[in-house]
């Protein structure tokens, strides 16, 4: 049997192989205006709307740092359990490029804001590693280059440029397709608890730049690749697996790996080099003379640590703990923090629920149902109240799960926003549970199949036909345990 | 400190200059002046020494995150060589 380090390996043709990947993550910083300038960073603006003299790099026009986009580099670093650096410096990384006005990007080089921390990922349920990171800074980003609108030109459209992000740089501790994905997974879900960043890759709010190379088990790390922008979390499992498989084939050829930059082509699925970068790797960082380098005190970090929201680890850890949850339903339910917020109201609502039977309803009929609308669990029209309501009536006896399902399509279709109470109450959906009803029910199918009478004698596993006959007859409603008890009692089975 | 014919075309590179190949020789011998010229600097002994970034102390100056520029797409490309719809309009980039 294979341990699971070993099904992380990788067979070739000439023995195992193991995948090493490291992650730069760019996050935009979830501001209202850009790092260095007034403009707004709203997404889908017509072009060049969004852009001051500052980010179309005019001269004598000078950068003014948003102190929000401080904090939230600091909050992310603290969600992070990393290193906070109270003084860091702003840096030149000198390239050229259209969509690049200034002819560099401010970014942050040997003094990042952020230093070493660590990332708890939950490949399954039952599976966690820890991710180190190395570092994370703050960032202008670029213009946004469309080169397919005309033959012989490209457009620049300024917008993005100069919008805060945050790079998150990852220890290359990652060994599988599955843990990188699993890793950005949790690293947006941190993000969009802290709200420092929306997490939207859609958009291009969180894009992953992925180290890969392999090597033999136990041998040095081999040379990497590193594929650009890629924009899914899907596509990131994807890209790791190609490159993988392209340089143990080079590798097994008897070849050698070239380090560069390469891209990842989902539609063909394959990655490809990106030669017109490859001469431009001289960045010659030097600190930026129209920024001083930024500081702050401990009591500014202590601020901002004391006004942190519950992060998903603690919220996971509490919901096993006071809820008696499963790691896995705790791990669905902390995912969002939405989703988190919906179950606790409806576990609170009222006292005396059963935590457990609403962890079951909330990822499974009414997961269900948000997913087949698209829409996110608090975002439809079923309430944690209705819920709440609905689970009791369960727990009470009054409907079965069956039932409550009945309740749960009505709650959603014709009796929108009813209490679920009110709609067992008006469509007659109460249970019965009164033995005289089931048994006069049990003795009108006996009476009429006595055929099948003789037959659930000598077979026991008959016995479910007269359960569906009995609920037939009662129209659902009748309790499947008192119609088990009634039947096994007259049968005398 | 000085730098070889080699590195005055890679510099020329890295900056987007073109250089005719008799301005190299000239080239080298202007920047090995200047180089040598700062080259006294490297006398001094700054084991140590923190890089000073201002005169006074002063705090990095910060500004409220709030929507204060833009709207402005028709001067930002007033001065663009070629536009479209207020983008701008470059040779084509080939990747």
């Known amino acids: 049997m294979a341990t699971a380090s070993d099904s992380k390996l990788i067979k070739g043709a000439t023995g195992d192989w193991e995948i090493v990947v490291g992650m730069e993550i760019h996050a935009q910083v979830a501001s209202r205006s850009k790092l260095f300038s007034g403009a707004s960073t709203g997404f889908g603006a017509e072009p060049n709307s969004q852009v001051s003299f500052v980010d179309a790099a005019m001269p004598g026009m000078l950068p003014v740092i948003n102190e929000f986009c401080v904090a939230q580099a600091v909050r992310t670093g603290l969600g992070l359990k990393a290193q906070i650096n109270h003084r860091s410096v702003f ?112 958009k291009g709010s969180l894009r992953a730049d992925v180290n890969v190379s392999v090597r033999r088990p136990g041998e040095p790390l081999g040379t990497r690749c590193e594929i650009k922008n890629v924009n899914s979390i899907r596509f990131i499992g994807q890209a790791v697996d190609t490159e993988a498989r392209r340089q143990i084939g080079i590798l097994e050829d008897g070849g050698v790996i070239q380090q560069e930059t390469r891209l990842f082509d989902p539609g063909r699925g394959e990655t490809r080099s990106m030669r017109s970068k490859e001469e431009a790797h001289d960045y010659r960082y030097f600190p930026d003379p129209d920024l001083l380098p930024l500081e702050f005190d401990q009591a500014y970090v202590d601020a901002l640590a004391a006004d942190l929201p519950e992060l998903p680890d603690a919220k996971k850890a509490r919901f096993v703990a006071d809820y008696g949850l499963s790691p896995y339903d705790a791990t669905v339910l902390v995912a969002e923090r939405d989703l988190a917020a919906f179950y606790e109201r409806a576990v609170a609502v009222g006292e005396g629920r059963d935590p457990k039977l609403v962890a079951n309803w909330v990822t499974g009929d009414i997961a269900a149902y948000a997913n087949a609308v698209g829409l996110p669990v608090h975002a439809t029209e079923i309430t944690p109240e209705q819920v709440a309501g609905l689970v009791d009536l369960i727990v009470d006896g009054t409907i079965s799960g069956k039932i409550a399902k009945d309740v749960l399509a009505l709650m959603v279709g014709e009796e929108r926003g009813a209490a679920p109470r009110d709609i067992v109450e008006r469509h007659g959906l109460r249970q019965v549970t009164d033995t005289g009803a089931i048994e006069a029910a049990v003795d009108a199918i006996m009476a009429a199949n006595p055929d099948k009478v003789a037959q659930v004698q000598a077979k026991p596993t008959m016995l479910g036909w007269f359960v569906g006959q009995a609920m037939k007859a009662t129209g659902g409603k009748a309790n499947p345990q008192a119609v088990n008890a009634v039947l096994k009692g007259k049968l005398g089975i | 400190m000085s730098i070889d014919q080699a590195t005055v075309r890679r510099v020329a590179q890295l900056a987007r200059i073109t250089l005719a190949e008799g301005e190299v020789a000239h080239l080298q011998g202007e920047i090995n002046a200047i180089l040598s010229f700062v080259a006294e600097l490297d006398g001094v002994d700054v084991t140590g020494v923190e890089p000073m970034t201002s005169v006074l102390p002063m705090r990095l100056k910060r500004r409220a995150d709030a929507v204060t520029d833009g709207g402005i797409a028709p001067l930002i490309v007033a001065n663009a060589t070629a536009s479209e719809d207020h983008l701008f309009a470059v040779p084509k980039v080939i990747e």
Not at chain 1, 110 to 116: A, D, F, L, W
Not at chain 1, 127 to 145: F, M, N, T, Y
Not at chain 1, 170 to 191: M, N
């Open chain 1, 91 to 202: 840096d030149r990384k000198n390239y050229f490029y259209p969509d690049l006005p200034q002819g560099y990007q401010i970014s942050q080089f040997k003094h990042p804001i952020v230093g070493e921390g660590e990332v708890l990922v939950d490949v399954t349920p039952e599976r966690q590693i820890r991710v180190g990171i190395e570092r994370l800074h703050l960032e202008q980003d670029a213009g946004k280059s469309t080169h397919d609108q005309s033959p012989n030109q490209s457009f620049v459209d300024l917008n993005r440029s100069g919008v805060a992000l945050m790079e998150i740089v990852s220890r290359p501790d990652i060994r599988s397709a599955d843990e990188a994905k699993a890793y950005v997974g949790k690293l947006r879900t941190i993000l969009r608890y802290l709200g420092t960043c929306d997490g939207d890759m859609e």
